[in-house]
Structures are given as C-alpha cells and as structure tokens.
C-alpha cells in the first residue's frame, strides 16, 4: 500500500498537462512512441473532439510502474468551463502535481484549481514547464507562486541556463547536476548525465546551489521541528554535511502537513527534468495510507469505495471509475449503492489505461479502477459490500458519538462526501431535427447528464422547450458536438425564448353577445365583464374570478365551471404577444342565457369577451429579473460594474468576502445571453456569478414599442 501513489495533474490552459503525462508513460515504458498534442496522438486525451481543438476535455486516468512504485495518474482539463472534472477528480486523489507555464507564472485557472486543492487539502508539488521557451523565467514563476498563491516554495532544483539555453538542472537536494545532451532531434530523453556538481566546473552556479541549499535547510528548519533539533544538535556549524536522505524525509513530512511545497523545473515537450519530477512524485507525495479520512475507522476491512465517474461505453454501457477506500473489490460480486439504496452486481474489473483498459482479478484499497456492470451508480456515489456492512458501520459510527440515537444522520456520516457541482451559469435551447428524434434526443441526454453532472436538462414549462444548463459555452458545444459524433442526432442550439408576461394598465368593461344557432338547437348568450389589474404582491397567473351580486342569485352551480374555464383560456395567450396574463381580477356582471345553450358555446362567449376587455384596458408587458451575484476580486471590479450598467442591471449592495468583492444586483434576463464569456473575459477569468429568477417586472414603452417590431419581424 505504501508503494501506491494516486496523483492529479492540474494546471491553467495549455501549461502542459497533457505533454507531461504523455512523456511520464514513456519514460516508464508503457508507450513505445512519444505523441504529441499538437498532432492530436497522445494517449490521455483520446475523444474526437479533444483531438481537433487540442485540449482536454475529460479526465483521463492511466496506471503506470515506475522504480517499483504503481502510480495513479489523471490528467485534469484546464478550461474553466470543465471545472467540475477537476473537481471530482481532486476529490480522490491522495497529491497533485501542479504544472506552471514557466514564463507566465500562476495564471487565472491556475488559482481556481490551486483552491480546489485546498477545499479538499492535497499535498502537491510544482512542476514549472516550459523552462525552454523564451521569456521564461525561473525566478518570476516562484515569485508569483509566492504572492498569488501565498505558500512557501521549497526550490528542489535550479534550472542550468533558461529559455533557448535550457539544458538541464541542479538538484539542490544531492547537489547532483543532471544535463541532458541531445545527440539529434529525434532525441527522447532517455539518455542524461547525472554526476556530483563540483566548484571546478562552474563556480558560479556552485555558489548559486550553495546558497539555495542553505535557504532550503533554513526553510525546512522553520517547518519542522525534528529536523530543527537534528540541524542545530549535529550539523549547526555545516550545513554541507546533512545526508540528503535526513533532508528528504523532512521535505516530505513538510508537503504532506501541506506548510510548503516542492517546486521541481523541466520542460515536458523538450523531454527534459521529466525523471526527476517522477522522482519527486513516489518521493515526497503521499501513499493512501497517509491520509487519514474519519470514516474509515467504522469500516474496519469492510469494502467502502467512492464512485467518482461515469463514461459510457458503445459495447459495454457504463463504466465507472471507482477510488477504493478500505477492503477490496472482485469481479462478479454484489456491491451496495448507499446513496441510492439499491444493490448492484459488477461484472468486470478493468484497469484503466485512457481509453484501453486490461481486466484484473481483484482490487486492493488505495487503489483506481472501472468497474463494469453498475447500472445506477452516478458521480459521487458511496459504495459498499452490501447493507449489513452499512448498518454495522453506522452502529459503530453512532457508538463513537457518544451513543446518542441518531437514526437519519447515521447514515449521512457513512456517505463519503460526494462531489460539489457549481450552478450552471450558460442557457440555451436544444432542438431534435424532427419529433421523431426528440427520444433518442432525451436518452442522449441523460446519459450525459450521468456522465457530467455539471450539465443540467431541464424543460420550460412555458415555452415547452428543452434547455441545456452548462458552465459556459465550450462546454455547451461540445456536448452538442457529442450528441451529433456519438448518437448521431443533428441537434439545433437556440437562444433562449425569454418567457415575457402580460398584464394590464386600467381597468375596462365590455359585453358579448353570441347568437348561433346550430342543428334545431338556438344558443344563445350575453356576457357583461369587467377586468381590474390586481394589486396585490405576489405574481399569479391564474385570474380570479368574482360575480356580481345579481349574477350569483340566478347562476347555476353548473354553468360556472364553463364560465371559468372560458376565463382562464383566454388568460393562457395575451391579446399582444401571446404570453400568458398575469395579476388581473375579474367581474362577471351580468350573463344572460338561453335555455339549450351548451356549456361550450357560454366558455366561448365568456372567452371573446374576456380578450375584448383586455384589448381595451391596455396591456403592459412584464420581463423575467434575475439575482445575479457576481464574485469578482477588486482590480476588476470596475469593468464588471460598467458592464452590468449597460446590461440595464441595477447593483444591489457590494459585499466583502476575503479579498473578493461581491455584488449583488438584478438583471433582465433577456440581457444575460452570452454573458458568462463577456465576464470571462473582463476579469481574465477570474470572476465567477450566479443567476435565479427573482421577479417580473413591467417593460418601459420603449423596450416594449422594440420587442413589439421584433417579434412582428420588422426589424
């Protein structure tokens, strides 16, 4: 167990994620050719679409030996619309290796998922990439991990020339230089010198290891209090004489309290200080058995795994990736799914290798595979070995609480923590191209709502459309893009159909009269009515409906369902626009009807009326509001508000929150389309926002006089 390492890559858009899992697998043996992003052949990221843009979209998960240790890794995305990859994946990892664009330092997304590793507290190590492209800077990139990120780099190893010079690198650790000397372009990397740095060969840089070495014990001595006793007792006049294995093992206990971390340099696409991070990562990482979770103390050796993502597979169905915790897993047996208490049978183990996988006969704890055969299982899922073991568990659970009687929350304690998925913060409609598609449409669907959890579907009841719910709008297009590639439905993105309401100005009173006379059969009926807008505070749709005094003596019970019914139907489509009404009260002050007068004919009479009467009190059309919160840090603050201006948004209040600002402010929601990329870009991605519906609101004659001749299609 102790030989086991479960890592995450993560980093800001293109800082090299993918390039540096790509040549890991090949130093370690598992790829016999190097594949490169650009040409679209690497190993994790193996979609369609990944392949075409070049970046990662899904998490990718492969194993791979290296100096007898098993290594876990997942290659996140980067985008900030797939946040909840990386989210989910952080979720069971035990460290993550962050990677740095050596000549940009700690970018927009490079603090978001920074932050995410802090929520869910992993130990990880910097790998600052790149170090051969011109501008880079091994100093600037430290300096902004410093200040940004605010944590300590421990600096592991100096870079030995930067930029186009980039040869290799000092580990300040053993003092051992490591160059690598490419003997032709086709060079992979395989071949470097390793040997001690002496002060012949370049005095300068020795001093410069010297110092850094000296900084480095100063660093740890502060950190860790053991090998502050063991410098001071035994080494305190020279610092040159620690052995390097006493001073790794204080790094390590320094990044696994997560006080400081690691910082290691290299370039993955050059194939250069890749070794040495694969060092770094079995060396100062965790195994699983070094983080401590609560829960597994009630599990004792029972099985208790997460379920932590769901692809799916043309042959198999759904595969899902599961993180064991305690016990272990074999093909063919029964699991229990807490959360959606039901049991379920799996009926194969895979080791994941991207998108190739080799069947295992059983899984030890500590341990990422993809099982076959969960059928209900989804992203967050608890699992267990059947629900005795659950109940056990909590039994022991509530025993070490103090033995109070706790039925619900009992369980609840057992659930590992499932994944937080962010609201959806981009809308828009998606169309079958005829009817008969529209259910294979939904099964595509909800099978990728199974899949990404931060998609949601949802139906409007108003306009009946299907709306696609998403983190932004890369992520839109390629769930389109996917639902065209792998169901082959051609689908149709709108933009959202704002649902409008009307209602009305003054109040108004007309008659109807309806005289037909069909078959032997005379109808006939007068209607008097009288509209009022309502001035009451919540917002309803349905009218309400009083009779005079001289209507209610004579009116039969029956005949006042069929008065009703002709009320609320005209209500359902404005006389305007066709939008339902809203806040009106409605008088019926006289009706007069013939005595073989159907029910239907009176509904209809009642109806033209009621449309007359709205025509002539004047109607208002009302907008949907929506709260908007936005999450900006203060730099940027101005440009949101400036925008938020023109958007026809008023601004609430501006809270404080660490060193963020708040604002809370209500918009129209026909002026929030695109509005998740517009903010994206004013704040350089920084800025995060939230919407819900808070009201409706009347349209000035302007705004509505425009939505009039754009319906009508005159502009």
Not at 6 to 20: F, P, R
Not at 106 to 123: G, M, N, S
Not at 476 to 494: N, Q
Request: a negative charge; one cysteine or more.
């Amino acid at each position: 167990l102790c030989r086991i390492r479960n890592i995450g890559i993560m980093a800001h858009i293109d800082a090299g994620k993918t390039t540096t899992t790509e040549r890991m697998l090949y130093y370690s043996g598992y790829i016999r050719t190097l594949g490169d992003v650009d040409d679209g052949d690497t190993v994790t990221d193996f979609m369609v679409q990944e392949r075409e843009r070049g970046i990662t979209i899904q998490s990718a998960a492969v194993t791979f030996d290296w100096k007898d240790y098993r290594i876990n890794l997942i290659d996140t995305p980067g985008h900030v619309d797939f946040t909840v990859e990386v989210e989910r994946c952080l979720r069971v990892l035990d460290g993550a290796v962050a990677v740095f664009d050596a000549s940009a330092g700690v970018e927009a997304q490079t603090l978001t998922v920074w932050r995410q590793a802090d929520k869910h507290q992993i130990p990880r190590i910097c790998f600052l990439n790149k170090m051969d492209k011109n501008r880079a800077s091994f100093t600037y990139a430290v300096e902004s991990i410093k200040q940004k990120l605010k944590t300590k780099p421990l600096l592991l190893q100096l870079p030995i020339g930067e930029a186009k010079t980039f040869r290799g690198l000092v580990d300040i650790v053993t003092k051992e230089q490591i160059i690598w000397k490419p003997t032709s372009d086709l060079d992979d990397g395989k071949n470097f010198e390793q040997k001690l740095l002496l002060e012949a060969d370049d005095p300068n840089l020795f001093q410069e290891v010297q110092d850094a070495r000296n900084t480095l014990i100063e660093q740890i001595a502060d950190l860790d209090d053991e090998f502050a006793e063991l410098v001071l007792g035994d080494y305190s006049e020279n610092f040159d004489l620690i052995p390097a294995d006493k001073l790794q093992s204080a790094i390590r206990r320094v990044t696994l309290a997560q006080k400081a971390v690691p910082v290691v340099c290299g370039s993955a696409l050059k194939n250069k200080g890749v070794q040495p991070l694969l060092d770094a990562i079995t060396m100062y990482l965790p195994a699983p058995n070094e983080r401590s979770y609560e829960f597994l103390q009630w599990y004792k050796d029972d099985l208790c795994a997460l379920a932590f993502k769901v692809l799916h597979d043309k042959c198999r169905g759904p595969l899902v990736f599961v993180r064991v915790y305690s016990g272990s897993l074999k093909p063919q047996s029964a699991v229990y799914n807490i959360n959606k208490s039901c049991t379920e049978r799996m009926s194969r183990l895979l080791l994941p290798f991207a998108d190739q996988q080799i069947e295992i006969p059983s899984l030890m704890p500590g341990n990422i595979a993809v099982t076959v055969g969960l059928k209900q299982s989804a992203t967050g899922d608890t699992i267990v070995s059947s629900k005795a073991s659950a109940v056990a568990a909590a039994r022991r659970a509530g025993r070490d609480a103090g033995g109070e009687k706790r039925s619900t929350s009992d369980v609840d304690s057992l659930l590992l923590a499932g994944v937080e998925v962010p609201d959806p913060v981009f809308f828009c409609t998606i169309e079958p191209p005829s009817v008969a598609k529209q259910q294979d449409l939904d099964n595509a669907l909800s099978c990728l709502q199974r899949e990404d959890p931060s998609l949601k579907v949802k139906l409007d009841p108003d306009t009946g459309q299907t709306i696609l719910c998403g983190m932004g709008e890369l992520h839109i297009d390629i769930i389109h893009d996917r639902i065209k590639r792998e169901y082959g439905i051609e689908t149709y993105l709108g933009p959202l159909q704002i649902a409008y309401r009307e209602t009305i100005l003054n109040a108004a009173q007309t008659t109807d009269t309806l005289d037909k006379t069909v078959g032997d059969k005379r109808h006939f009926v007068t209607a008097e009515l009288e509209v009022r807008p309502r001035l009451g505070e919540r917002a309803t749709t349905k009218p309400v409906v009083e009779y005079a005094a001289s209507v209610i003596e004579v009116l039969p019970k029956e005949l006042q369902g069929a008065i009703e019914n002709g009320i609320t139907n005209s209500c359902i489509q404005g006389p305007l626009l066709g939008f339902p009404v809203q806040d009106i009260d409605v008088t019926v002050q006289s009706l007069t009807v013939h005595p073989d007068t159907s029910h239907t004919m009176i509904s209809a009479c009642v109806s033209r009326c009621m449309q007359k009467a709205l025509k002539k009190a004047g109607i208002q059309i009302l907008e949907p509001l929506m709260n908007l919160e936005i999450t900006v840090s203060e730099d940027h603050l101005s440009a949101a508000l400036a925008d938020l201006a023109q958007r026809r948004g008023s601004v609430q209040e501006i809270q404080t929150r660490q060193d963020n600002k708040v604002v809370v402010a209500v918009v129209p929601l026909a002026e929030t389309m695109g509005y998740s990329t517009v903010l994206r870009s004013l704040t350089s991605g920084s800025a995060t926002f939230t919407l819900e519906l808070a009201s409706y609101q009347a349209l000035n004659s302007q705004e509505q006089s425009a939505l009039l001749q754009r319906r009508m299609g005159l502009v």
